[in-house]
């Protein structure tokens, strides 16, 4: 059994052991325990049922760590506490999970790490690691989230889109160090999927899978930043495209849009130009209207503005771009970008080098300078 | 989240309020300040938001290359008016506001009389990979 298979088994444990009336906080330590149990012992002596085993193990961890805890008595009135194990099942279990790590009581730092750990069934080290800080800080923060959340009950309805905000930071956050977090993302909205039937959850699986599609033709083998249009698409992974536009499809149908079947429904226009060159660009800028009118968020303006410079010509792009807030980030190479396309190179350079000083990403800042040094070069030529 | 560099100065930040250098000070004063940057490290590790934090040396050395087999190029150490690092706070906070606040915190920390010294200290983003979905 590997490992990804056995951190897929977290949650449902987790839930088994609330229900015989452990608390979410002692449950999920007493699972992590069992987890890295597992990781020393089943190479060896491979179980024959390792959910079974999980619980079993993990159980007796809680009851060691309840007798060890010198607040016995409280853990126990706790635990009397607790509502009668209602008539939950694992399904139910497991999206409760979602639901409880991803409360909105939480920061979203403290969600995604919570997330991680108590859903995803990674080690606090594993999830220092990804996110680059010492793992008695992650292990702070995984503490104080579980406190947060203490005095929720397992059973309370929850929300959907906060969930779905945490997935969408974890896949977000790309591929730092041994764990990748977007491949990590990927499996929890698909399993997250398999819980729950909802349009944007899937959508959200869509939108993951396309841009997951495109990652290896994202980065140059120097590490620099390869822009869409410039991407070799040989390099596109045309199975996760198939799959991406299937689940798409199927959301879609339902009629019942929302934010991130649209954000999919544009990743996938993108994903079925075979050139450039070929990129349905007015019926991009038709999905991000939409798009305005779900979120009426002005990042996407922004985006919207690039894509009606592709449609309508590079002025209309201008235009677009004037009526938006010139520190919004990224407006500065929008407007580069926009310029030089328009032919303007020498205000293009300007912009792309003053975009490249505000820039708070590594790769997009020396791939602003690139552009300016490109222009520049041409200029003095 | 973000990460933020807390920069504390030796030389080159604005004058601080409290202005009296550390030699001044009685010894209560200086364990009294040792304790509080300790005790903000600690809070910090408390609560999920710290990540590293160092002192420097104030000597330190410029140094260049200067051609194949050839040794480094060394210079300084450096005029009294050079702007000069003593050390380094690492947080990884919610939002800059956070980061600020802390800042402010820890800029509190107790100098001559045991007021605060209201020092100031350089606040800087990391720069961060870029994000997977920007389209």
Not at chain 1, 24 to 35: H, M, N, R, S, T
Not at chain 1, 213 to 226: E, N
Not at chain 1, 243 to 248: F, K, N, R, S, W
């Amino acid at each position: 059994m590997d490992e990804r298979r056995l951190r897929a088994l977290t949650p449902s444990v987790i839930g088994i052991l609330v229900r015989r009336g452990a608390d979410f906080a002692a449950a999920e330590d007493a699972v992590q325990d069992a987890l890295v149990e597992a990781m020393r012992l089943w190479p060896v002596e491979p179980p024959r049922d390792p959910k079974a085993w999980l619980v079993t193990v993990a159980w007796r961890k809680f009851l060691d760590a309840a007798r060890a805890d010198s607040s016995r008595r409280r853990r126990e009135e706790l635990v009397e506490e607790q509502p009668a194990p209602g008539p939950g099942s694992p399904v139910d279990d497991s999206l409760q999970l979602y639901f409880l790590c991803a409360h909105p009581s939480l920061t979203s730092a403290s969600a995604v790490a919570l997330t991680l750990r108590a859903v995803g069934g990674l080690t606090t080290r594993q999830i220092a690691q990804a996110y680059l800080v010492p793992e008695a800080t992650m292990a702070q923060r995984i503490s104080r989230a579980k406190k947060t959340v203490s005095d929720v009950r397992f059973d309370q309805p929850g929300d959907v889109a906060t969930v779905l905000r945490v997935l969408y930071l974890v896949f977000n956050e790309g591929y730092s160090g041994d764990l990748d977090l977007a491949a990590e993302a990927i499996r929890l909205t698909r399993q997250l999927a398999s819980l729950i039937d909802h349009e944007e959850v899937t959508g959200l699986l869509a939108l993951m899978l396309l841009h997951h599609a495109r990652r290896s033709a994202r980065t140059s083998p120097d590490g620099s930043l390869v822009p869409l249009a410039h991407q070799d698409r040989g390099l596109w992974d045309t199975g996760l495209i198939a799959e991406g536009v299937e689940i798409l499809q199927t959301s879609l149908a339902r009629d019942r849009l929302g934010e991130f079947q649209v954000q999919a429904a544009i990743a996938a226009l993108h994903a079925d130009a075979r050139t450039a060159e070929e990129t349905d660009w007015v019926q991009i800028v038709e999905w991000y209207d939409e798009l305005v009118r779900l979120t009426d968020s002005p990042v996407v303006r922004l985006n919207r503005a690039v894509a009606v410079g592709e449609a309508d010509g590079p002025r209309a792009g201008l235009a677009a771009v004037a009526q938006l807030d010139p520190t919004l980030p990224r407006h500065t190479a929008v407007s580069a970008y926009l310029h030089e396309r328009d032919g303007d190179v020498a205000t293009a350079a300007r912009l792309y080098a003053e975009a490249a000083r505000q820039a708070s990403h590594l790769q997009e800042r020396d791939h602003l300078t690139r552009q300016a040094a490109r222009l520049n070069t041409g200029l003095r030529g | 989240m973000a990460k933020y560099l807390l920069l504390k100065h030796y030389r080159g930040a604005p004058t601080p309020v409290n202005d009296v250098p550390m030699d001044r000070w009685t010894e209560e004063e200086i364990t009294a300040h040792m304790q509080y940057m300790h005790d903000f490290a600690a809070r910090l590790e408390g609560t999920g938001e710290f990540v590293d934090g160092q002192a420097l040396a104030p000597e330190g050395t410029f140094v260049r290359y200067d051609g194949e087999g050839r040794p480094p190029v060394t210079d300084g150490p450096f005029a009294e008016t050079k702007d000069l690092i003593a050390g380094w706070m690492v947080i990884d906070v919610d939002s800059h506001d956070r980061a600020v606040e802390l800042a402010g915190e820890l800029s509190a920390a107790p100098g001559a009389g045991g007021k605060p010294i209201h020092e100031w200290l350089e606040l800087r983003p990391f720069l961060t990979a870029a994000p997977t979905v920007t389209e």
